[in-house]
């Protein structure tokens, strides 16, 4: 009768089950791509001064205008409106704005139209929130123009050359006059050091607004690319620009001061040191001391040297050296002595330093087998440090506090996810952001001591009601054991899995130096149609390899001189070890990836064709001499010094080993990996006789989107698995 009872009860469970699943809703690839599964933020969110209100950037829909709108702390309450572009006449949106340090001046963005990853031309607009006057900086579409401290002069970019507009007189004066297209640029970044670096703007004003110190660019010498844009025309025009190739000219950089005052520049003498590149320029507290990091081509040596503006004389502060490289970051920190904070990897992992002005180590804040990812500040009454680490899981980002001299430290926001907090201006609370892979985006008021929710400001509740609704399983966080390392790695199975079946394994990753993609965090479009996918039946994996982030420098540069072949072996020994799973068809196992990703589902295919079946490769490199000199150089020295490295773990070198069905598109318009590599490995593959699929989209860049570009794109995609998985 137990037997019985029990019996009914389990077939009633599986048939509530099944109802409820039947009842879930599948998710399409047109949902994912028309924007119904975006998420909530808040926009360009400033701490104003007095730490106790914020500014952000909104849209009203009813006025049908931008506005920049004041924010108090503690309450939520709406202060005021600082500006609405309903009362700006010529402004119709605001896309980005800038305060001036005393808050009285905003620098606004409009008409934004992108030229590379980063850069953009636009018009702007300060306005006199007292006065309620809009002055335009000019009339031109503009680079990077940044106010001074004082907030009386805008320093910017056009034409390759630098101009300075006095706000009070309305005067503007050209500080530059040699800029010219493709050979000579003043502070603005060139291609390489834009993508590479991550910065565009090269020029820096002093504390005191008297003088801008800027990098000018002689790319003269480097090797021009052109780019084939076809257009509406009859005939198709070209985008022609410089982009320096692993082993070829980079452009040379020199270092310049512009007296304000004076109207006097000075070049500043910077050739005993490591300059090769000159990646950041930044003015201490003091505004007579510029401190300039210099680095060699094979960036494994950075010196920081501070320049005396007053006599033009240079030192050298603090010299950094690491086997492999050393990462330029954005964390170098100025206090009002001219010490200095300074992230570094030195005990092996990247961790917080404090520096005296002359660079001589005063603390080692931060400590233990785990990443810094964020610094956040510093404040002076409290004598805490606030950052962002690894602490709680290298799939996890906690938020912490610790004592300038490393003591004392205090998890603030540690819940297992991604945690991370803008600060108020005196550090008395931060804007903390939560979201885990089941948690869009939470935003809360924290205090800064405890660490303790004060209220919560916006969250995504509706967003994630609206997913409940439909098919989608948890991310499974495991790690897998090969070739002598635990490496970090999700499955996302279908709802329905049974592990009496045996399923196809569709295999995803990036690869790249430093990177991570096992991330306990909301995910993206990428996310979604691996959730479809594994609806559909297949079995989803995700595992982050050797020379992947946050796990340790020597994990993470164990690929110097040879990437792709460690990074290839994980990934094969990786689908080896899942294949061996009872529920995983060994006969069935694709992967794929983009950029550089693709550049590894292309070598997995090739050189692993008793393991994949199948994989598909989005605007991969797939030669590194084809790519740019500042990213590839850093892992893999010149193909001067490292033929062997470069050609080795080409796939163009392995195309002979292809048994598999392949996949291989790439947009025509990509200016960071060239099509150039596309099409240098299908030669390969046509003088090999091998078959495979491709697709060119026009005029697309390495994103491969606009209009309805990423739908056509995840369709193919979809149907290449369904056909050949």
Not at 63 to 82: C, F, Q, R
Not at 325 to 341: K, M
Not at 667 to 677: P, R
Request: glycine share 8%; proline share 2%.
């Amino acid at each position: 009768m137990k037997y019985t009872i029990l019996t009914r009860t389990l077939v009633l469970f599986l048939l509530v089950s099944i109802t409820a699943l039947a009842q879930k809703k599948d998710i399409t690839l047109e949902e994912i791509w028309n924007g119904s599964f975006r998420t909530e933020g808040i926009t360009a969110l400033k701490s104003l001064n007095n730490g106790t209100q914020y500014a952000a950037l909104n849209y009203d829909r009813t006025l049908a205008a931008s506005t920049i709108d004041v924010y108090d702390y503690a309450s939520g309450n709406k202060e005021k409106t600082l500006v609405s572009s309903k009362d700006l006449e010529g402004v119709d949106y605001i896309i980005s704005y800038e305060l001036s340090d005393d808050e009285s001046k905003v620098l606004i963005a409009t008409k934004l139209e992108q030229v590379y990853r980063r850069s953009s031309l636009g018009t702007y607009f300060v306005y006199d929130i007292a006065l309620k006057q809009l002055t335009q900086v000019s009339e031109n579409r503009i680079q990077e123009p940044t106010l001074n401290l004082q907030g009386t002069r805008v320093a910017y970019g056009y034409n390759n050359n630098l101009y300075l507009k006095n706000l009070v007189s309305g005067v503007t004066k050209q500080i530059t006059n040699d800029g010219l297209k493709n050979s000579i640029i003043n502070g603005i970044t060139d291609w390489v050091y834009e993508e590479e670096f991550a910065f565009v703007r090269a020029f820096d004003w002093n504390a005191t607004g008297d003088k801008i110190a800027y990098i000018k660019f002689d790319e003269s010498e480097v090797p021009r690319f052109s780019m084939d844009v076809y257009g509406t025309n009859l005939y198709p025009s070209q985008q022609v620009f410089k982009y320096p190739k692993a082993g070829d000219p980079n452009a040379k950089v020199s270092l310049h001061l512009y007296d304000v005052n004076s109207a006097e520049t000075v070049d500043v003498d910077v050739s005993r040191y490591n300059s090769y590149y000159i990646p950041r320029i930044l003015w201490t507290k003091d505004p007579a001391v510029l401190s300039v990091q210099c680095t060699n081509r094979k960036q494994n040596v950075v010196d920081l040297i501070f320049v005396d503006a007053a006599k033009n004389t240079t030192s050298l502060v603090r010299q950094e050296k690491d086997a492999a490289y050393v990462d330029i970051t954005d964390n170098l920190t100025f206090f009002a002595d001219t010490s200095f904070i300074w992230t570094s990897e030195m005990d092996g992992w990247n961790h917080i330093y404090h520096f005296d002005k002359n660079g001589r180590k005063l603390h080692q804040i931060t400590t233990g087998n785990w990443e810094v990812t964020n610094y956040y500040g510093y404040d002076e009454k409290t004598n805490k440090v606030f950052y962002q680490s690894t602490e709680n899981g290298s799939i996890n980002r906690g938020v912490y506090s610790t004592g300038i001299n490393g003591k004392n430290k205090q998890g603030l926001s540690i819940e297992e996810g991604s945690n991370s907090a803008n600060f108020s201006a005196d550090f008395s609370y931060y804007i903390g952001t939560f979201n885990d892979t089941e948690t869009p985006f939470v935003f809360t008021l924290n205090d800064s001591k405890t660490g303790n929710v004060l209220r919560e400001i916006k969250n995504n509740n509706v967003l994630k009601q609206k997913v409940a609704d439909y098919k989608v399983s948890p991310k499974e966080f495991s790690t897998i054991n090969v070739n002598g390392e635990d490496l970090n790695m999700y499955l996302i199975k279908p709802l329905n899995f049974d592990s009496a079946k045996k399923y196809p394994l569709f295999m995803y990753q990036y690869s790249g130096p430093g990177s991570q993609n096992v991330a306990n965090r909301w995910g993206g479009s990428n996310d979604y149609w691996h959730q479809m996918l594994a609806q559909q039946g297949y079995v989803i994996a995700c595992v982050d390899g050797r020379g992947t982030g946050l796990k340790g420098r020597d994990f993470k540069k164990v690929t110097q001189n040879e990437l792709g072949k460690y990074e290839v072996e994980d990934q094969i020994a990786a689908a080896k070890a899942l294949g061996g799973r009872p529920y995983i068809d060994a006969n069935r196992i694709g992967i794929w990836g983009w950029s550089y990703g693709g550049f590894m589902a292309a070598n997995c295919l090739f050189q692993g064709a008793d393991t994949f079946e199948m994989s598909i490769a989005v605007a991969p490199v797939t030669s590194w001499r084809f790519y740019d000199t500042i990213y590839t150089e850093r892992y893999m020295t010149t193909p001067q010094e490292n033929a062997g490295g470069y050609d080795n773990n080409s796939p163009i070198y392995h195309v002979d080993k292809l048994e598999g069905d392949f996949l291989l598109v790439h947009g025509s318009a990509d200016d960071n990996v060239h099509v150039q590599n596309t099409t240098r490995l299908v030669e390969a593959l046509v003088q090999a006789n091998k078959q495979f699929d491709w697709a060119i989209y026009p005029d697309k860049n390495h994103g491969i989107y606009g209009g309805n570009t990423r739908l056509h794109l995840y369709t193919k995609m979809t149907n290449f698995i369904k056909e050949n998985l």
